[in-house]
């Protein structure tokens, strides 16, 4: 992972081998960024993806390994209970034009990533609602 800081945004490269939710958790602890939204592209080729069943308030997991596109990464970086928590959905492009996605819960980069994380001046922490079974943000 390599990245650089341009005003309130970072650029963030990761490479092949990379972990995208281990990865912003190093970097985001490393920089100390507590608010941030997120967005990126790239590439994976072993990914598991989430969708959350209201019904069980459990995400069902969905694993990818084939060649995809990461045609869509967005979300953002916050904190819970004070330490770093990361809300990020993916939208996966594979052969034939197939698309899937969800809620993140991990990628391996297969080629590269490029992330822009924006910083947001602030902080906002979360707390399970246990109504719906979600870590939500409180205000």
């Known amino acids: 992972m390599e990245y650089k ?11 092949i081998g990379d972990e995208i939710c281990a990865s912003l958790k190093e ?19 072993d990914a598991t993806v989430g969708v959350f069943s209201p019904k ?3 995400y069902n997991a969905n694993e990818f390994k084939e060649d995809y596109e990461i045609t869509s990464l967005i979300g953002t970086i916050d904190t819970m209970d004070g330490q770093f928590y ?9 052969e034939g034009g197939r698309a899937f996605g969800g809620h993140l819960n991990r990628a391996v980069i297969s080629v590269t ?8 001046d602030g902080q906002i922490d979360r707390k ?12």
């Open 56 to 58: 069980t308030q459990k």
């Open 86 to 94: 990361s809300h990020l959905h993916i939208n996966l492009g594979g």
């Open 113 to 120: 990533s490029e992330i822009v994380v924006r910083l947001i």
């Open 27 to 45: 970097f985001a602890e490393k920089e100390g960024i507590k608010l941030a939204s997120v967005q990126g592209i790239g590439a994976t080729n």
């Open 128 to 139: 399970k609602d246990p109504s719906i079974g979600i870590n939500l943000w409180k205000f």
């Open 5 to 15: 800081r341009f005003n309130d945004t970072y650029l963030v490269r990761l490479n």
